[in-house]
């Protein structure tokens, strides 16, 4: 697909990007996006991958229902957890402590109407300062992309703060334009700085690292100084080495969903990830970035979850303490994040199997 095969209007909306993220960017995504929905499979580990046999979807949903599981997959599907997750971080500036980031990811909103509904009830009442969102806005991996803006109209309607999002492979850069006049500022490889008091923190998106691997490090984070406290915004936690020698404190990712068919005690059978195993779900670390994947709010593939809940996460940032006795505080992640007392969860984890 090439700029001129999009409709008048998409090319308008596109030129638009152009300044901001570079023609090589606009064309690079655009011409994958296309050789892909010509079925023209880039090689690699991804090319037998399952989200791409749409003929294998009927039959997982046939296979489950002779199990006798597809009802309660899908029950489980609309049964959206919350998370609180404490994330501690030396580099922190004073004034964000306790800054509260909401997370949602893997969204897939055209998936069903009863989901939307849920998953808009689902951030309705909650408090925080700032709203991210890591990317996979559409069930499927191509086709219209309208149903999912439309979806993605309601639920902004209901996230009271500013937001941010990064694409993932699910996702068109057609739909950029579209999520931008929503009021949902999309990083392209960019950052932003955030001004609390005197201090800032540095928000930083790059695009879509598993399949398209348009990302790029060094666009993303070429405006954040060298000592900055920086969050990142990816769909996937596989560049985790590249975010950590790139001076990031925190990931923010998604994608796996965590396997949503899981064994049972939440054992992943397939995450669709290069990164660790460690890394699918939940809070992690690697030398000096610590991380967090969501299982995310959607699902893919089949609109069922086994033994892995969809969630919606809030992380509250804290500024580490320095050690008894005077020692220096740790350097990013050598606390983990951890996951805030059970109490304080609306929704705990439930026997879903």
């Known amino acids: 697909m090439r700029l001129f095969d999009c409709t008048e209007?998409?090319?308008r909306e596109l030129a638009t990007l152009e300044p901001r993220i570079g023609h090589v960017h606009l064309r690079q995504r655009l011409g994958l996006e296309g050789d892909y929905e010509a079925h023209v499979f880039r090689r690699g580990t991804h090319f037998f991958h399952l989200e791409n046999w749409y003929s294998v979807h009927t039959l997982m949903r046939l296979a489950l229902a002779l199990v006798g599981l597809h009802g309660r997959g899908q029950r489980n599907a609309l049964r959206i957890q919350l998370r609180r997750h404490d994330v501690l971080l030396a580099s922190l500036p004073?004034?964000?402590?306790?800054?509260?980031?909401l997370h949602l990811s893997d969204?897939?909103?055209?998936?069903?109407?009863?989901?939307?509904?849920?998953?808009?009830?689902?951030?309705?009442?909650?408090e925080y300062d700032l709203c991210v969102l890591t990317g996979d806005f559409r069930f499927r991996t191509f086709g219209p992309y309208a149903p999912a803006l439309e979806a993605l109209a309601r639920l902004r309607a209901h996230l009271h703060r500013p937001t941010y999002a990064v694409l993932g492979n699910h996702d068109t850069i057609r739909m950029v334009p579209g999520m931008e006049a929503l009021d949902i500022r999309v990083l392209m490889n960019e950052s932003v700085r955030i001004a609390r008091a005197n201090d800032s923190l540095y928000l930083a998106g790059i695009d879509d690292a598993h399949y398209y691997?348009?990302?790029s490090f060094h666009r993303a984070a070429h405006n954040i100084p060298h000592e900055a406290c920086a969050v990142l915004l990816s769909h996937t936690p596989e560049p985790y080495r590249h975010a950590t020698h790139a001076g990031f404190s925190l990931m923010l990712c998604g994608h796996t969903h965590g396997g949503q068919i899981c064994l049972p005690g939440g054992i992943p059978v397939i995450t669709d990830s290069d990164a660790p195993r460690a890394y699918a779900k939940g809070p992690w670390r690697f030398r000096t970035l610590v991380g967090y994947t969501s299982v995310g709010c959607g699902s893919s593939i089949v609109d069922v979850r086994l033994n892995c809940m969809p969630e919606v996460t809030l992380h509250r940032l804290r500024q580490a303490q320095p050690a008894s006795g005077g020692d220096e505080a740790p350097v990013d992640g050598a606390s983990i994040g951890r996951i805030a007392d059970p109490q304080s969860v609306a929704h705990p984890r439930e026997r879903d199997f």
């Open 107 to 126: 969204l897939h909103l055209d998936m069903s109407e009863p989901y939307l509904a849920r998953l808009i009830q689902r951030v309705q009442g909650l």
């Open 213 to 215: 691997c348009t990302h």
């Open 9 to 11: 209007a998409e090319q």
């Open 94 to 101: 004073g004034a964000f402590d306790g800054y509260t980031l």
